[in-house]
């Protein structure tokens, strides 16, 4: 405390001027915690010694809460020093006029009650202070440094990115993302009440993905991986089934193209188990699964997967979006391309392919897919023995992307593309792809030191 308070402040102070007591005889306790304050207690001292929150004592100073409540009110009697007569709470014995005590008798009650007080002092002390630490309790469980504004914005701002996170640049995309990134990480470093804490958790989620995605796009494969883990707490922690599987199987492309697509199959599984009824997360994961158990040459069960992909998008379905983390039949079709490539099905990729390009349209506004999905063509093209073709197909797929979005995710991929062509049949087309993939990788290692414009 800041200033001692004095016993007698209460019988010959003076408040605006006129006489304390008047105010203490209307339980005026704004007025009683304004001439505190004004004689150096702070309002944090002054919460502490009638059980209060300092913002709730500074509240009852200002007027805007009202004390009323008689408990209450003899915790303030308490707490400050203040004679119970003075605010009408009864005097401070239990002897009353009237009573036809003899003084003898007077003294003796007198007496025992000097031997009592101690411990009724010592039990008030004990009662005020599990009163302060209840009504603590309850403002911590209830306040929030989130209005209810402020949490509908952070959601909007993280759906824009999703909005124009398809179309952008991985490492333009993951600097903005960082900022969002940030203020959920200030907010929620703060105690939140569990629905707000949810939502933030639930947004979190998703630009944890989005920076997940755009670190595997530039083959940062180790640093993808730890910010999927990260979105993975975070959609726990949002207790949102939906938002549990989508993040499940969009970290299951991880290791299908930087890994083992065993773990694909792995972390794919684990989406589909904790998936409750059908969905296109679900779908997603179950396309997920298909392509990379046709990669590792599992035939039979790749082709269940199929189906069960085409049953779950059937039952689920999705409307026809260009946001992130969506999953209309393009995309469905996106996935199945790569599957019946792997399968060594061409035919029926290549009708495939031809579906989904058209559904992308000429100017797709997520340039990335289309590229992989020439890419799934041109590997058709190299098991058909066109080698020429499928490094002419699969150029194109890159050339036909801005310089900042030719990014590993599609150089490794044209790398397969090579390595699927027999050395001896390497022709003029095959070395010139490698070539380009080479220079290439040298442009982006440019491009991301700084040395060029972050916008084509």
């Not at 001439?35 to 805007?64: D, P, Q, W």
């Not at 990115?161 to 993302?177: E, G, K, Q």
């Not at 799934?376 to 080698?387: I, Q, V, W, Y």
Request: hydrophobic share 45%; with cysteine; charged share 25%.
């Amino acid at each position: 405390m800041a200033a001692r308070i004095d016993p007698s402040w209460w019988t010959s102070g003076r408040w605006e001027g006129r006489p304390i007591r008047e105010f203490l005889e209307r339980r005026d306790v704004a007025a009683v915690f304004r001439f505190l304050h004004a004689r150096g207690v702070s309002y944090g001292a002054i919460a502490a010694l009638v059980g209060v929150s300092a913002n709730r004592a500074a509240e009852i100073a200002k007027g805007t809460r009202q004390v009323t409540a008689y408990e209450v009110l003899e915790r303030v009697a308490l707490g400050l020093g203040i004679p119970r007569a003075a605010m009408g709470l009864g005097r401070e014995t239990d002897l009353a006029a009237g009573t036809g005590g003899s003084t003898a008798n007077t003294h003796e009650l007198a007496s025992d009650q000097r031997v009592s007080r101690p411990a009724e002092e010592a039990a008030a002390r004990a009662v005020g202070s599990l009163a302060r630490l209840r009504v603590e309790l309850d403002e911590a469980l209830s306040s929030s440094s989130v209005t209810p504004r402020h949490l509908e914005l952070v959601e909007e701002s993280a759906s824009e990115h999703m909005r124009i996170y398809p179309s952008a640049p991985p490492s333009v995309m993951l600097s903005r993302l960082a900022t969002e990134c940030s203020e959920i990480q200030v907010l929620s470093r703060r105690r939140q009440p569990a629905t707000v804490q949810a939502r933030l958790s639930g947004a979190a989620a998703l630009l944890a993905t989005m920076c997940a995605d755009a670190l595997m796009r530039l083959g940062d494969a180790g640093e993808a991986r730890l910010w999927y883990r990260t979105a993975i707490l975070a959609a726990d922690d949002s207790t949102d089934t939906r938002l549990r599987v989508l993040v499940r199987a969009q970290a299951a492309m991880l290791p299908y193209y930087f890994g083992d697509p065993q773990q694909t199959v792995a972390m794919a599984d684990a989406a589909l188990a904790i998936t409750a009824a059908a969905s296109p997360s679900g779908a997603l994961a179950a396309a997920g699964r298909a392509r990379a158990l046709a990669r590792v040459g599992a035939a039979e069960q790749a082709r269940a997967a199929i189906e069960q992909a085409h049953r779950l998008f059937d039952e689920a379905g999705d409307d026809d979006s260009d946001a992130a983390f969506r999953f209309p039949a393009k995309r469905l079709l996106f996935y199945l391309s790569g599957a019946m490539t792997w399968l060594g099905d061409t035919k029926e990729a290549y009708r495939v392919q031809e579906e989904a390009l058209r559904l992308y349209g000429p100017a797709p506004a997520v340039p990335i897919d289309p590229a992989l999905i020439t890419l799934d063509r041109a590997l058709c093209l190299a098991r058909d023995l066109r080698f020429a073709d499928a490094a002419v197909a699969a150029r194109e797929a890159i050339a036909n992307l801005p310089d900042l979005q030719r990014t590993e995710i599609i150089l490794a991929k044209a790398g397969q593309v090579i390595s699927a062509i027999p050395r001896h049949a390497q022709c003029r087309e095959v070395i010139e792809l490698a070539e380009y993939v080479r220079s290439c990788r040298e442009r982006s290692r440019t491009l991301a030191a700084g040395t060029a414009a972050l916008e084509t």
